[in-house]
């Protein structure tokens, strides 16, 4: 029986998301919770594993779609295994229905456990009575147009949008081999007109198709010199833009610089290195920053509020972004809880988030809740910068880079290790006075690491 598998809310209400790489073509076999595609939200990039086990009839939306939540994106036959079908055991996410199947709902299930980021509620899943034979028609119906290609090429192998025909059924129809011999060629099922019996697919198609001409694809890259390449906004760096803009035009920002000698806290950094509690974890200037900011947090607790109008929420816990930046845009994970962690579960947490950022595996719950910001502008060799407070947030600190500079230690001139730190604040909620000392106070510890002991 084919069932259909319906792109899920994967977490914070999110409306639609892209497909950016299936790991299955048609024709393969899938098992239960196997990864089957990738597929990119507002928040992050998500693996979306199978919740049905047998073979996969067709792939319903191009790598490069975007589509909204509820949307058909895979059909999977579902072997039937002792009088029970494959994967029974597993709902459908968020109502999927099985094609080929009509009559009225049966009563609802009770809620069932579901798979990591499937949202099935209780009642939205109803099962239906099996679609009686019909009479062969006189005249076979006719496949309706395929829908307009994606604006960038997709790989021969996966599959565009199915064509939908009799019955309601989305799928292609043809014959395992004829699907083997597709996959074998690289050829894309769901572009051919079936010549077969009822519109199915024949051999002859396929190799009608490998010998027919084919359009070179777009790739990224090959704009001539002197032309345009365009590059559509979406994802996460069509949410990252929305949120910056609303930001920067709603919260008065207001940003203070300050120069800190930070040659101490250097050579902390490279006696925690030296450490046990350190050994396998990435040790950077980064982790006392953070440190230093969570601790400035705790003396001045209205750096980690938020305005809502109607009030100022002051969060006595610290969720600490940071910011990284991707293939995909930037993004700003979490750290939750970081106030309560010491300093080597905090380097570990902080090792960890940025690598799988960068990855692009963060879920979309870390990267939601934040409550301050840091980012670090300093890797790409800058000195500082005016950053954009994330909306929900009061504060975001930047640091610049570290490098050698003429500074007066004790009326003597020496070279020591500089950088610049910027503290940007919403000016609703901190005012000139507030912000300063917690900018001060985050100096001083950089200056002095001992002063994170002496106020912890």
């Known amino acids: 029986m084919l069932r259909e598998f319906r792109l899920p809310d994967v977490g914070e209400g999110l409306t639609e998301a892209e497909i950016v790489k299936w790991h299955v073509a048609a024709g393969d076999t899938v098992k239960i919770n196997q990864t089957i595609v990738e597929i990119e939200t507002a928040k992050a990039v998500v693996e979306l594993p199978s919740p049905y086990e047998g073979t996969v009839s067709a792939l319903l939306v191009d790598e490069g779609r975007t589509v909204e939540v509820g949307t058909p994106i895979i059909s999977v036959d579902v072997v039937p295994e002792d009088g029970t079908e494959a994967g029974e055991a597993i709902p459908p996410a968020e109502g999927a229905v099985e094609p080929g199947m009509v009559g009225g709902p049966a009563p609802k299930p009770e809620r069932q456990p579901v798979l990591v980021g499937y949202g099935v509620k209780p009642g939205t899943t109803t099962r239906r009575q099996r679609k009686q034979p019909a009479a062969p028609s006189a005249t076979p119906a006719t496949p309706a147009p395929a829908p307009a290609p994606a604006t960038v090429a997709v790989p021969p192998q996966v599959q565009a949008p199915a064509v939908p025909r009799q019955g309601g059924r989305i799928s292609v129809l ?105 050994a396998g974890v990435k040790v950077s200037p980064l982790l006392l920053v953070a440190k230093a900011l969570i601790t400035a947090v705790r003396r001045h607790p209205m750096a980690n509020a938020a305005w809502t109008d109607e009030e100022i929420i002051v969060k006595r816990y610290v969720n600490l972004g940071i910011a990284a930046a991707t293939d995909r845009g930037l993004i700003v994970p979490k750290i939750k809880d970081a106030h309560a962690m010491s300093l080597p579960e905090l380097a570990r947490a902080l090792t960890e988030l940025t690598e799988r950022a960068r990855a692009g595996k963060c879920s979309p719950a870390e990267l939601t809740g934040g409550t301050i910001t840091i980012t670090n502008v300093g890797v790409f060799g800058v000195d500082a910068g005016t950053p954009i407070i994330n909306p929900g947030e009061a504060a975001i600190l930047a640091v610049g880079q570290i490098r050698d500079m003429p500074w007066v230690v004790d009326g003597q001139l020496a070279v020591r290790k500089v950088t610049t730190l910027a503290l940007s604040f919403d000016h609703r909620v901190i005012d000139g006075e507030q912000g300063s000392y917690v900018l001060r106070d985050v100096g001083a510890m950089l200056e002095d690491p001992l002063r994170m002991l002496a106020w912890s």
């Open 174 to 278: 043809a014959k395992p081999p004829v699907r083997k011999l597709a996959k074998d060629l690289g050829v894309d099922l769901s572009t051919l007109v079936g010549t077969g019996p009822q519109g199915s697919i024949t051999r002859d198609d396929v190799q009608a198709a490998v010998a027919a001409p084919a359009a070179a694809p777009y790739r990224a890259g090959d704009v001539p010199a002197g032309g345009e390449e365009r590059i559509p906004v979406k994802g996460v760096r069509k949410a990252t833009a929305q949120a910056m803009v609303a930001s920067a035009f709603t919260a008065p920002h207001v940003t203070e610089w300050l120069q800190v000698d930070v040659t101490e806290t250097m050579e902390a950094v490279r006696r925690l290195r030296e450490l046990p509690d350190f």
